[in-house]
T-cell receptor, first 113, second 114 residues
Framework: DGGITQSPKYLFRKEGQNVTLSCEQNLNHDAMYWYRQDPGQGLRLIYYSQIVNDFQKGDIAEGYSVSREKKESFPLTVTSAQKNPTAFYLC????????????FGPGTRLTVL | GDSVTQMEGPVTLSEEACLTINCTYTATGYPSLFWYVQYPGEGLQLLLKATKADDKGSNKGFEATYRKETTSFHLEKGSVQVSDSAVYFCALRTVTGANSKLTFGKGITLSVRP
């Protein structure tokens, strides 16, 4: 089955610690994205990547970092500089950044204690 | 900049009731329009889309028509089911050069009672 996997589903961390969220896709998509979802708000774009070894900041990149060393993988690190990291994080992919449809993973809920 | 405005929620309906969820947008150019659905504890799934004016997207009994004159893309269903309970997001996609960007509305929670 092709799709996007995110792990873990729930993640707890202490304040001040960096944490990395995993996103893997086997759809052979070039483009991948990270969004943040907060209650009562739409999704906001954190980072996106058009192709391996390339990535661009989205609307709310401060306090986050990413890497794209492999086509299938686009991990997101939430650093201690992110002032309000508790949120639901969604990864998505599309054939390329010019394509209409993005496919979403199941999400990771991060809670910082 | 681009923006999507959805009606305030939540919305609670009885099974078999008629549903309309309003969505209006502001964008430069000619965006594509989408409705995504998020079931409890899951990621988003594309429900339907329309890429140009007067196009109608449809899926699973849901419909939405791209109205350029009113900049709207309202979601409708004639008879909702309990299984339709979810959060619904309206979104638009604009293209700048080789890149595209999805802009989402805040989402609205629909609860359907048996």
């Amino acid at each position: 089955d092709g799709g996007i996997t995110q792990s873990p589903k729930y993640l707890f961390r202490k304040e001040g610690q960096n944490v990395t969220l995993s996103c893997e896709q086997n759809l052979n998509h070039d483009a991948m994205y990270w969004y943040r979802q907060d209650p009562g708000q739409g999704l906001r774009l954190i980072y996106y990547s058009q192709i391996v070894n390339d990535f661009q900041k989205g609307d709310i990149a401060e306090g986050y970092s990413v890497s794209r060393e492999k086509k299938e993988s686009f991990p997101l690190t939430v650093t201690s500089a992110q002032k309000n990291p508790t949120a639901f994080y969604l990864c998505a992919s599309s054939i390329d950044t010019g394509t209409d449809t993005q496919y979403f993973g199941p999400g990771t809920r991060l809670t910082v204690l | 900049g681009d923006s999507v405005t959805q009606m305030e929620g939540p919305v609670t309906l009885s099974e078999e009731a008629c549903l309309t969820i309003n969505c209006t947008y502001t964008a430069t150019g000619y965006p594509s329009l989408f409705w995504y659905v998020q079931y409890p504890g899951e990621g988003l799934q594309l429900l339907l889309k329309a890429t140009k004016a007067d196009d109608k997207g449809s899926n699973k009994g849901f419909e939405a028509t791209y109205r350029k004159e009113t900049t709207s893309f309202h979601l409708e269903k004639g008879s909702v089911q309990v299984s339709d309970s979810a959060v619904y997001f309206c979104a638009l996609r604009t293209v700048t050069g080789a890149n595209s960007k999805l802009t989402f509305g805040k989402g609205i929670t629909l609860s359907v009672r048996p």
